[in-house]
C-alpha cells in the first residue's frame, strides 16, 4: 500500500501540468484516485479528489452526465465509508432517480448505482427495502449483463451479506458459496474479492452455529487482505473484528480480547475517535 500510495501521488502532480486544457480527462482521472483513496482509507484525501473532479466539470460547463453520475456514486460510497451513511443514502436515492431519467431504468450504472443504494438501506437498517431493492437489480442484471459479470457478483455479495444480517443464514451460505466459485472462476483465485466473499460466507457460517469452520475461513482471509490491503485499512480491521466475534463465540476469549483491542486502536488511528466504527 506504500507503494501505491507514492504511485497515486505522482499521478496527482502531474495532472494539472500535463493535462491543461483537457478538464473531462482530468476529471475522469480525478475521479479514479479519489474512489483509490477511498479504497485505502484516506478520506479526505479522496474527498478532495473527488470534490475537484466535479468541480472541473461545472466550471468546464462539461455536460457528461454518466461521468457525472459516476462521481456521485463514489461520493456516496465515501460517505457511507465515513459512518454517513444517511447522507449517503440520501445522494443515492437523488442520483438513481436523476439516472433513470436521463440514462433509463435497466442502463447498466443505473442498476450499479441502486445496487449501492441497496447497500446503504442494509447499513442503516432497513433491510426489507435493502433485500427487495436487491432482489430486482441482482435479477435485471442477471438478465442483462449475465451472471458472471463483476457488477452481477457485487450485486450477489451484496445481497448475501444483508440477508446474514437480517438472519436469513441459510440463504446467505448458498448464495456466499456461489459468489466464492464465481468469484474464483472470473477473478481468480487470489483476488482479494474472493477473501471478501468468503468472510461473507464465514458471517453466515456463524448464524448456523458453524464457528469453527468460519474461523478458518476468516484465518485465510484475513492473511490475505492484510498483505494485500495492508493492516489499517478498513476492510481489513473489519474483517478483524468480525474475526474477534468468532474467536469468542469458540470461547478462545485471551485471543477475542486481544484482538477487539488491537482493532480498536487501529480503528481509533486510522478513522478518528468519533467514527461509527471506533465507537
Do not use: C, W
Not at 477511498?38 to 452526465?65: C, F, I, K, P, R
Amino acid at each position: 500500500t506504500t507503494l501505491l500510495k507514492k504511485i497515486l501521488g505522482d499521478v496527482e502532480e502531474r495532472i494539472s501540468k500535463e493535462l491543461e486544457g483537457q478538464p473531462e480527462v482530468q476529471a475522469a482521472i480525478r475521479g479514479t484516485l479519489g474512489r483509490a483513496y477511498t479504497s485505502l482509507g484516506q478520506y479526505e484525501t479522496a474527498t478532495a479528489e473527488l470534490d475537484g473532479a466535479m468541480s472541473l466539470l461545472e466550471s468546464a460547463g462539461v455536460q457528461n452526465e454518466r461521468q457525472s453520475f459516476k462521481i456521485d456514486s463514489a461520493r456516496a460510497t465515501l460517505l457511507d465509508r465515513m459512518g454517513r451513511p444517511a447522507e449517503a443514502e440520501e445522494l443515492y436515492r437523488t442520483s438513481v432517480a436523476r439516472m433513470r431519467k436521463v440514462l433509463g431504468e435497466n442502463d447498466s450504472d443505473t442498476l450499479a448505482m441502486m445496487s449501492r443504494l441497496g447497500t446503504v438501506q442494509r447499513d442503516i437498517g432497513k433491510f426489507r427495502e435493502a433485500d427487495q431493492t436487491l432482489r430486482t437489480v441482482l435479477d435485471k442484471q442477471t438478465r442483462l449483463l449475465g451472471v458472471d459479470d463483476l457488477r452481477t457478483l457485487n450485486t450477489l455479495h451484496y445481497l448475501a451479506q444483508t440477508l446474514s444480517q437480517e438472519g436469513n443464514d441459510l440463504e446467505s451460505e448458498r448464495l456466499a458459496r456461489q459468489l466464492v466459485e464465481r468469484r474464483k472462476a472470473v477473478q481468480g483465485p487470489d483476488a482479494v474479492e474472493v477473501y471478501e466473499a468468503q468472510s461473507t460466507l464465514a458471517a453466515a457460517m456463524k448464524g448456523l452455529d458453524r464457528a469453527a469452520e468460519a474461523n478458518q475461513l476468516e484465518i485465510e482471509s484475513l492473511d490475505r487482505l492484510s498483505k494485500t490491503l495492508g493492516d489499517d485499512n478498513p476492510q481489513t480491521l473489519n474483517m478483524r473484528n468480525n474475526h474477534a466475534f468468532t474467536l469468542s463465540m469458540l470461547k478462545r476469549d485471551d485471543e477475542a480480547e486481544a484482538v477487539y483491542r488491537d482493532t480498536l486502536e487501529r480503528r481509533r488511528r486510522v478513522l478518528g475517535e468519533e467514527h461509527p466504527m471506533t465507537l
